[in-house]
């Protein structure tokens, strides 16, 4: 069964700092999704990764792809208070279409 | 708006009750998905259509669940006789063909008292 967990649950940081949210899966995947979700919303397409090796980059977030390892990474630069949000992972893979989530990672930036 | 619209929003209703929750998919989007985040977790797959065609179903969804797609365009999700642990925010989705990222809706949050 496909397993994905993120670390870590919660994280809290200062305004300007850098930090990295990782993503591991247990199993060959198609895609590799990111989503931001704010309190009480639905989910917010960040990024979609297709393929080993895959970087993409919005503004002060940048995800990775490495598909050997089985883990994805979200960095996040020179946070800012906006940022503040859940942050999930989910995989889809090549027997089911559904996807499958992370735990999520609570970001929190203060000042 | 062309996207995801699921109906109602919100919903507060007695342990008991039967409830019943709407999506509307983006149009001509044939697949469409459902699933339900309780607090503090990430969303869980509990069933998804191709058109009309419930093609799986989570073990999560209980047969006080039934959901249905008629025509393969919006789709139903009733749930009987609820229980205080059916409250969460239930997501729907939608794509086109398989390995497509899938939108979602607004959701809408269930609470039973």
């Known amino acids: 069964e496909l397993k994905v967990e993120q670390n870590p649950l919660f994280l809290s940081m200062q305004e300007g700092k850098n930090y990295t949210i990782y993503c591991n899966y247990s199993t060959t995947s198609d895609r590799l999704y990111w989503y931001r979700q704010d309190p009480g919303k639905s989910l917010e397409s960040l990024f979609v990764?297709?393929?080993?090796?895959a970087v993409k980059q919005e503004g002060r977030l940048m995800a990775s792809l490495d598909t050997k390892a089985r883990l994805s990474t979200l960095h996040i630069t020179a946070a800012v208070h906006d940022l503040s949000a859940t942050y999930f992972c989910a995989v889809e893979t090549r027997s089911t279409d559904k996807l499958i989530f992370g735990t999520g990672t609570r970001l929190q930036v203060f000042p | 708006d062309t996207g995801v619209s699921q109906d109602p929003r919100h919903k507060i209703t007695k342990r008991g009750q039967n409830v019943t929750f709407r999506c509307d998919p983006i149009?001509?989007?044939?697949?469409l998905y459902w699933y339900r985040q309780t607090l503090g977790q990430g969303p869980e797959f509990l069933t998804y259509?191709?058109?009309?065609?419930?093609?799986?179903k989570s073990r999560l969804l209980s047969d006080r669940f039934s959901a249905e797609r008629p025509k393969g365009s919006f789709s139903t999700l009733e749930i009987q006789r609820t229980e205080q642990g059916d409250s969460a925010m239930y997501l729907c989705a939608s794509n086109q063909g398989r390995i497509n990222e899938q939108f979602f809706g607004p959701g809408t949050r269930l609470t039973v008292l």
């Open positions: 149009s001509e989007h044939n697949r």
């Open positions: 259509f191709q058109n009309e065609a419930q093609l799986e």
């Open positions: 990764l297709l393929s080993n090796g």
